[in-house]
């Protein structure tokens, strides 16, 4: 319980908080949110894709420098 | 380490790996519960998606940052979260010159109200609770949105706030007090209604709730 309240007072809260979190439960993300989520996504995968290409590209080039 | 933080690790080490399915897996897991921290905190569902969105993209870019030694993938989502939400309350406390304020976002859509009667007061319940809690100084509005509302163990609400779990209990503990006091039912004032002028002011018509839903928010956010 907390200070300065007794059972009923906390009981009472409790049940109010309840209700509180029960109504924020039904948010969802809107479809606006999914979409600016998903566009972020697929652009930081093709980076991170461009960014291993680039990695294997360099390490075969200095392979291919150092065979020569 | 249970299974579930277990999975968000290995999601987190997946994205370190360029894993598009495993960003979008951690956005369905978590986006839901970090939206209603962002409302609880924000009041606000621009506020709140804006700071979702910032959350992800954070871990999208460093996801080197998670360290499993320190905590689980929720306590840092969750703690960028908060981090985020303090930089937008410190700009508006900068722009505006004064703290986030309650915005007219509605928990419930009164026009879906089928029954006017007992669900209207549940609805009003609902948004004086909401506002209580936005009032709350930023400190214990955090406590009651982690443990509370999204009911996280103590342990994790400490992890994301950075402090140990006795002081999340006496935030909690102190907020909850305070909640108590604004949540009371008002006292009818015998003498006050004796010298209530006949002239009605703005807002004089409102019930108890409708007025504490006009109050701006007083609470510190910075």
Known sequence: ?68 | MTALTAEDAELVSRLRRGDAAAARELYQRHGAALLRFGLAMSNSRQTAEDIVHDTFIEILKHPIRFDPSRGSVVAYLFGIARHRMSRIARISMRDSGKPLELSEHELVDLDDLTDAGDELDRVRDIERVRTAVFELPRAHREVVALCDLEELPYATAASILGVPIGTVRSRLSRARALLATRLAPAEPNIEDDEEEPAVSRPGEELGVDEAALSLSCRGSLT
């Open chain 1, 1 to 68: 319980m907390s200070m300065d309240m007794n059972e009923s007072q906390d009981r009472a809260l409790t049940r109010a908080l309840d209700e509180y979190s029960e109504a924020l439960r039904a948010e969802r993300p809107s479809a606006e949110l999914d979409l600016r989520l998903e566009a972020a996504i697929t652009s930081w995968a093709a980076a991170q894709r461009s960014q291993r290409c680039g990695v294997v590209l360099c390490r075969g080039s200095w392979q291919l420098l150092l065979w020569l």
